[in-house]
């Protein structure tokens, strides 16, 4: 078994090893909003050394930490799983912790604002009550009926399998603040709320699809999406959010889950 | 939206003092906030499956519109010289025969109502107020229904030695 | 200043907090106080998965994972707690599955189970399935369960709220003292109990798999009020990260038959772990590492490093078993996990100490005494089921079934007790350590004092210490310290001021970090996670025994760190050579 | 306050925009053509004098362009249909969005002399 079987380097490895660390110089254009300070939002732009491949939050601390300590986001695990940082990048939704400089043309000047459509607090920081208040009316909690069995429901590799894409939802709201519906009606539940519908829609074990479905029938509901796919662009955990929102519209039409 | 982007880009280090405006605490008065935010109360379930049968139909409708509409503009627009040969003539003698004169009722009744469903939609997206939305929606469905009977009437009550 | 009256109130939303919630929402009135979106919580970086002898794979019992707990923390373990948690265990992964957690199937449609570090059949005989598992997005699942369930009950969320105090009066718990980030505005919670839930300090580290949240607040918290940290010096280095990010490859990856390789492709686990060889427990691994690394075997021009070999399973299994951590390597490093090994070196990863609890997730402010209304679960508590390394998936397995009693615990005290009447001007302290900070015209930058923090952390508090390095560590904590005194903020305001409260994080590390380097010295024995090269054998005459950590304040004002030690409850397990 | 910059939405989103303003002017073109056909109520002098200005070359050149917003509209709102209905709709959404475009523009181009014959003819004879 111990075998040497590490001698195929690829240069994408040997790359990464050699550890390139030639800085570049890169401006990032920030749309600054503090109402304590100016009713309107600024563009301010700030100047500095980054390695390509570090990422845009890299960036976003380096300049909270070296040059303006006031500019204020929101982030945690800084790679991608806690759903802290959505922000639009070059006028797309993307997790700053999972952008790297050298993917958005760092070229130019990388434009960075608050996700649109949900109220902007301060910098890139927004509101995020509304979106979650959508999330809750779609009761993402399972929904069962009779006795509790005594070890685990038994559920099929393939029933699993089902609703696997939209366990993933990390509730970052890129793609509901992507979505041209809800920028304009914001009482749109969004697509971020479909899919947590769908993980329990399309659940073997769950009792409450119809109830699910019929909240999802509402004039605010799945009718309300144009199919834009902006949404599925966004989405930084690769979900098929389209996908999932046709299927809980078939649902919806034929009444089979 | 009428201040230009570019004056307002300032260099770093300098505008963010933290010290505020001086008027006790504005935060509350600014914020940049989208229309109609969803709110604890904002669920008011419909019941009803009105929204989805307006989808379907949009689907449904669509789909006969295209042999429809294409037929149509296929023989109006492009055979026989074009529009060139359009004319009274030409009107009558079309509806001469109840087959068109079917064909022109339904595609006018579904291009229609999938048209106004459709403006329906597009209201529903950019009107912020209630008030104006409930206004347009009227102004809609009184020129849809305007439209459909008049043509229904046009079509029925075509005299063709007027 | 506002103040508010709940029976219990819960400190922060991860797994610990919210398990405690979902218990306790249903039992009494109950607040939870989290300084992020519940959901933003780390408990969402677990991947591997959650031990549980649950047997759907093949033959297991709770007895033999309680071994494997006791023998993997280096017999550090309070061997009745340890029975507890793994006995719980099964319930604890049924209750979530019936939650509505969607773990990975079985063939027969049974939650399935793999392989992880240190769990082995029979004590040690071999390696065993026993973790549960939802792909390698077990913690996401858990943390979406357990806040699907917290919507469920309607459990009452402050999010963004961050505690910075803890109100004890005449020696009871009487509520705790938070700061809204959206306003600036304090907050007083009057409480009948209080549950510690909020999360590690990985964050002292510079090369870590944590969250840059995770800063230890609890832990300082209670410290500040005189309450003692527990065996603060065992700090988890995860064989896996991502070589210089930290970035977690979990050790489900190795369950899943990945292979660790040094630079001559060499499997070198097999010398250092006959049996388990790359499952072996996780101080044994990152001390290979770093032994190969020294050795001069190290890959890459630096030789830094070692590789993660994922290239001999197929494909399908990758996708199926190991998508995000695949993801991961594609993402940040640009490479193919298919094709190509993953660079890897050891990252900080899990703070084994604590504030210390009993099995009811009572805290204990000395050896023997609680402090009445007061819990903790979760990684900021030290049951101590994890004694002086913890195994993998047990920490999952730990916030549920502590974070369940001590919701349980908090809620009962709650109904049985009265309010405890608030100390006077129960905000001072927060109020003047805000203030302080907003108005301080000092020269020192945070991210400067953090940055040298992480660093001498890095150099000299890792997998090997020596007493020079942890001395070296000593003075720097030390000096660190007195430049704080003179840190400025940028940011005045008083809406989201984030530049503040990262102020008042690094406070809190440097708190702890010092308790760790204190306690880390005092021992001069190796054992678990806590290796000194100049004492390479453990002690257990001397040292078989908890650390209690105290933070005395003299008379000046001036600080130092009281040392005292607490015996190590031994049931089954006589402590043994540990080999793998 | 100074504008966001414009979302950089994809084929998705510029198709809907497509789909959209289409829709639009489509609708308001029946609005329009149901009021003049309803001339032939009137009398067939009216009617054919409204029918005229159709004959106009910058109204024919419009009419091209009508026959461009209704094709795209058809096609691409069978495209919909199929996101919608079809299991892999949304997989291939973005093939489907360029085989739209493709027959559009194949069809675009023999309507071409059929739809402006008229207006061709008035100018260069034939
Ligand atoms: C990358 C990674 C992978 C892991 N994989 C595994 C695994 O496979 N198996 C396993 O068993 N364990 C694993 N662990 C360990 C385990 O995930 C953690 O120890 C555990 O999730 C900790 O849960 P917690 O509830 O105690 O804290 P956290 O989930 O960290 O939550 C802390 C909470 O406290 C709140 N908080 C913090 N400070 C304050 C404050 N001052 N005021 C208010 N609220 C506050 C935060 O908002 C947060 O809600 C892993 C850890 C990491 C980092
Ligand atoms: C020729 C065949 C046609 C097809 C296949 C078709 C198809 C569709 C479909 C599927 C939709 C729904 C789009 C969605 O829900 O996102 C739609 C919307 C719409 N259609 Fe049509 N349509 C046709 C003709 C027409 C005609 C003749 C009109 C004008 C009267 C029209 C006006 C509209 C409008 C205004 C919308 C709403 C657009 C929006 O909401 O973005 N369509 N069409
Ligand atoms: S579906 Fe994707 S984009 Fe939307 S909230 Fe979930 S993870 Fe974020
Ligand atoms: S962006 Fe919006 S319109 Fe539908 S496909 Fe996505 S929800
Ligand atoms: S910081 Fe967690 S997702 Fe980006």
Known sequence: ???????????????????????????????????????????????????????????????????????????????????????????????????????????????????????????????????????????????????????????????????????????????????????????????????????????????????RLEVLNDREGVWRCRTTFNCSEACPRGIEVTKAIQEVKRALVTRRF | MSIETKDLVVPSLQAHTGQGLGTGNPAEAFVVEPARARTKKTPRRTRTNFEMLAWLFMRLSGVVLVVLVLGHLLINLMLDGGVSKISFAFVAGRWASPFWQMWDLLMLWLAMLHGSNGMRTVINDYAEKDATRLWLKGLLGVATVFTVVLGTLVIFTFDPNI | ?????????????????????????????????????????????????????????????????????????????????????????????????????????????????????????????????????????????????????????????????????????????????????????????????????????????????????????????????????????????????????????????????????????????????????????????????????????????????????????????????????????????????????????????????????????????????????????????????????????????????????????AAAYADNHDFVELPENPGALVEALVEGLRESTGTESVAQIRKELQESMDTNVSVYRTGKTLQQAVEDVTALKERFKNVAIQDKGSRYNTDLLEAIELGNLLDLAEVLVVSALAREESRGGHYREDFPTRDDVKFMQHTMAYREVAEDGSTSIRLDYKPVVQTRYQPMERKY | MPAGTLYRGREGMWSWVAHRVTGVLIFFFLFAHVLDTALVRVSPEAYDSVIATYKVWLVNLMEYGLVAAILFHALNGLRVVAVDFWAKGPKYQKQMLWTVVGIWVVLMGGAFYPVLQHTLRTWFGG
């Not at chain 1, 100016?38 to 909270?64: C, G, S, T």
């Not at chain 3, 610990?16 to 992020?36: D, F, H, N, P, Y």
């Not at chain 3, 002898?53 to 009745?80: I, R, S």
């Open chain 3, 1 to 409: 200043m506002q103040i508010h009256q709940y029976d219990t109130v819960i400190v922060g939303a991860g797994g610990a907090g919210m398990r405690a919630a979902i218990e306790s929402t249903q039992r009494s009135r109950t607040a939870v106080l989290t300084k992020l979106y519940p959901t933003r919580s780390h408990t969402g970086a677990a991947q591997g998965g959650m031990c549980a002898a649950l047997a759907n794979v093949e033959e297991d019992n709770w007895e033999w994972h309680t071994f494997d707990t006791v023998k993997g923390g280096d017999y550090l373990v309070d061997q009745d707690a340890a029975e507890i948690m793994c006995k719980e265990a099964i319930d604890a992964v049924l209750d979530l599955e019936k939650m509505g957690l969607p773990f990975s199937r079985t063939d027969q449609g049974r939650i399935d189970q793999r392989r992880f570090g240190g769990h082995s059949r029979n004590h040690g005989e071999a390696p065993v399935r026993r973790s549960c598992y939802a792909a390698d997005r077990t913690g996401h699942m858990i943390l979406q369960t357990l806040f699907q369930n917290c919507v469920k009950h309607g459990v009452e969320f402050f999010n963004e709220f961050y505690v910075l105090d803890l109100l004890i009066n005449e020696g009871k718990t009487a509520g705790v003292v938070a700061y809204e980030l959206a306003t600036g505005e304090i907050h007083v919670f009057q409480a009948k109990a209080v549950v510690f839930a909020s999360g590690g300090t990985g964050k002292m580290f510079k090369v870590t798999s944590n969250a840059h949240t995770l800063t230890g607040d609890g832990q300082a918290v209670a410290l500040r009020r005189g309450l003692p940290l527990e065996d603060m010096e065992f700090f988890q280095f995860h064989p896996t990260g991502i070589w210089r990010m930290g970035i977690l490859l979990t050790e489900g990856a190795r369950g899943e038959g990945g292979i660790l390789r040094n630079k001559d492709g060499e499997r070198f686990m097999e010398r250092y772990a006959p049996v388990m060889k790359d499952l072996a427990s996780r101080d044994v691994c990152s001390r290979a590492i770093y032994s190969e690394i020294r050795a001069g075997r190290g890959c890459g021009p630096d030789g830094d490093h070692v590789y993660l070999d994922l290239t001999h399973l197929p494909p399908e299994q990758l996708d199926a078993k190991l998508p995000d951590i695949t993801e991961f390597a594609r993402t940040y490093l640009g490479i193919e996990p298919y094709t190509d090994p993953i660079p890897i070196q050891p990252t900080a990863h899990y703070a084994m100490g604590g504030i210390p609890t009993n099995v009811e997730g009572e805290v204990l402010s000395n050896n023997t005494d609680v402090v009445p209304g007061l819990y903790a679960a979760g990684e900021v508590a030290c049951v101590s089921v994890h004694g002086a390394n913890r195994l993998g998936t047990n920490s999952l397995l730990d916030i549920n079934v502590f974070g369940r009693r001590a919701g349980i615990a």
């Open chain 1, 1 to 211: 078994m111990s075998t040497p079987t590490v001698e195929k380097h690829s240069a994408a490895l040997d790359a990464v090893e050699a550890g390139s660390t030639k800085l570049i110089n890169v401006t990032f254009r920030i749309r600054r909003f503090n109402p304590e300070e100016h009713p309107d939002p600024v563009w301010v732009d700030y100047q500095l050394e980054m390695d390509p491949k570090e990422r845009v939050l890299d960036a976003l601390n380096k300049i909270k930490w070296e040059q303006d300590g006031t500019l204020t986001y929101r982030r945690s695990c800084a790679h991608g799983i806690c759903g802290s940082d959505a922000m639009r990048i070059n006028g797309r939704n993307r997790l700053a912790c999972k952008t790297l400089i050298k993917d958005v043309n760092p070229e130019k000047p990388i434009t960075v604002e608050a996700i649109k459509g949900l109220a902007v607090l301060k910098d890139l920081i927004v509101d995020m009550d509304p979106f979650f208040q959508a999330y809750k009316d779609v009761m993402p909690f399972l929904i069962t009926s009779g006795n509790e069995p005594t070890r685990e429901r038994l559920q099929s590799q393939a029933d699993r399998e089902r609703f696997d894409d939209t366990t993933k939802c990390i509730l970052c709201a890129a793609c509901t603040s992507s979505c041209p519906v809800f920028w304009n009606d914001g009482q749109y539940f969004g697509p971020a709320a479909i899919v947590n519908a769908h993980r329990f829609i399309f659940d073997s074990r769950d009792e409450g699809a119809e109830q």
